[in-house]
């Protein structure tokens, strides 16, 4: 028998009162002796017997009252009646549903099958050992933590249905993430024995850094609960030690011209110990292969291939590369979309026009936009651009445009500030180089306006690197924003070339604001804030040799034309997302209501309807569980869109944690651990949960003041 609240069963020591308050009430007899007593005498001697059974009954209830509202109070758990098969329990399940779980089981275990079938397999079997009424939920862990239920249920065929339908297909495993989800799973649990079991290949690129002492705040709480709950943590292993993959793949341009050739590089990735020969790459194109190359690898080696290819018709294509070789074919491929346009109109606005070569603000970002049409070359530009001065721009110069650049513009007056303001929000992109004659004030009170404005954050003033200092350089990161992919190779530019002698410092406020690139005195070089349908984005530096030598450097010009063709397909479908997400497409008003059907890489299809958030009309798929090029077309239209799917590059490294360290984890978190369906049925054996008493205490407790009012109304009568 154990408490939950041990410290309320000193209350029980109010049995004390009715037994203080009989015993002072005890009366002395004395004796009278009368002549005809002894007539009485054994009608006194039954009455006497009776009224003291009836006061000992009457004063052992009460005595009952307080100890049993004290032990109702304490809740107390009766242990030891699992080991009878009566004491339900509840169960929470975190299971790793991250791709790695599609590897090959270990074969002396489930032969030609994957780790998630064995993790189904052993969980039907826990779930199987547990008392009659126990609950279950499980929380899936991979990407984004989710319940598998919307609460736990007592029906164990509800659970091993729901858990067939899970593909196996999200993104890494955040531990902490997991462990939150379970603990608010918790909370939810109707019964006092509680157990949580981390069902987990324990892939080491997910554990390691737990491993090696990192912060699980989410567990630690979780194992301080009351009552605390036992928590396991059980290896589901795989044999497969070998595999490759494409760890990433970097496109030139997601937006091209028709005919305009597009680079893409592949970096392929050896995660075993084997060497690899002649490994084939295939190029293909909306399903069609173009050319394959081959490569070799080293040992943990890795190896980059380039293609280049040109799409000679407008719309939306598909461009892929694929590679064979290894028996884990589930992260051999990379789709991407490209979308081939006439051409991507962009208005210039140029606060400090100059006569003179390469001296306007907006010079050098118009040679960065059109080089070819600048060198006067026979191959097309993608980008057109329309140059006008900020003091004689008209409403018109706005129409038919899908990006606006504004350069060293001083202030918007109020009617193209409300142009602009609209443009954005209908879906149209902006980028500024506020520039030094910008006027502070008016960005911060009429553009900015503390947030609600199209700025993406106040100006706090400027900062500058002294003649006899160093100046300040981009920070070279892993780039995670879809404009700045591209840079992660050093081969598409050294961006840390740069160099910044003024700049201005934003007060970034806020999650709504994104950096794109800092600079290394931690301030931001360039932030993304999204308006409407639109976004803004705001450089921190000028569009020309002023401040910096930024427009000088050879990168200068693809960075351009990311950030350009990234504003201007916003409202677009983006060239890929990962497995396990989702993608929101906006429509337009009038759209509302309309169908639209989504075919998988399989073939398969299902119907989508357009609906309304807010002013927001938009059309969202469903969970995507499997990689590849979908199709999303609008019923009765030969509208297309195509949507790309890849898998997350961090799940293909298929290393596990090794036990010892996984038992680090667990005992430095109070668990347990266990590798084996076996080992963890013997290891549950040996704990002892039980149900609580409180409620038939509760009952116990109503029927002894019932008792009490009558044995009072007995005696009085009596």
Known sequence: MSFLNGILLTGGLAFLIPLIIHLLNKRKVVTVRWGAMHLLHQVIRQRKRKMKVEQLLLLITRIAIPIVLALCLARPVLTALRSLGLGSSSLIVMLDDSFSMRAPAAQTTLPGGTVMQQARQDMQTMLSDLPDGSSTQVVLSGGTPRKLLDQATTDRTVVTKQLSEVPSMSGPLAANDAFQAAMSALKDSPNAAREVVIVSDFQEADWKAIAEGAALPALDALSKQEPKPQITFYRVGSDLAENLSIASADISALVAAESQPIGLRVRIKNHGKRPWQDIPVHLEADGARLRTARVSLAPEGEAVLSFTHAFDKVGDHSLSVRLEGDSFADDNAFHSIVQVRNQLNVLLIDGNPSNEPLSGATDFLEIALTPHTVAAATLKDLIRTKKVDLRKIRNEDLRQQEVIIMADVEKLQGHTLNDIDKFVKEGGGLLVFAGPNC??????????????????????????????????????????????????????????????????????????????????????????????????????????????????????????????????????????????????????????????????????????????????????????????????????????????????????????????????????????????????????????HGSELWQPLLIALLVLLFAEVLLQQHIAKG
Do not use: C
């Open 439 to 688: 006027d502070q004030e008016w960005y911060n009170r009429d553009f900015y306006r503390k947030g609600e404005g199209l700025y993406p954050a106040a100006i706090r003033g400027q900062a500058r690197a002294d003649s006899d200092s160093l100046p300040a350089r981009i920070l070279m990161q892993r780039f995670t924003h879809p404009a700045a992919l591209y840079f992660n190779d050093a081969r598409a530019g050294r961006l840390q070339d740069a160099e910044f002698r003024h700049w201005f410092e934003f007060t970034v406020q806020g999650d709504q604001t994104q950096r794109i690139f800092n600079l290394d005195r931690n301030v931001p070089l360039m932030i993304e804030k999204k308006y409407g349908r639109g976004r803004v984005i705001a450089a921190a530096t000028t569009a020309n040799a002023e401040w910096s030598n930024l427009p000088l450097q050879p990168f200068f010009v693809p960075l351009m034309q990311r950030l350009t063709t990234y504003l201007a397909t916003e409202g677009s479908a983006p060239a890929w997302q990962l497995v396990g997400s989702t993608v929101r497409l906006p429509l337009e008003k009038a759209e509302l209501g309309s169908e639209f059907t989504l075919r998988d890489p399989t073939g398969q299809t299902q119907t989508l309807k357009s609906i309304k958030e807010g002013e927001s009309v938009f059309v969202q798929s469903p969970v995507i569980t499997q990689s590849g090029i979908f199709q999303l077309q609008k019923v009765g239209t030969e509208k297309t869109t195509l949507l790309a799917f890849n898998i997350d590059g961090a799940e293909s490294n298929l290393k596990a944690l090794p036990a010892a360290d996984i038992q680090k984890i667990a005992q430095r978190h109070g668990a347990s651990f266990a590798d084996t369906l076996p080992a963890y049925q013997a290891l549950d054996r040996t704990r002892r």
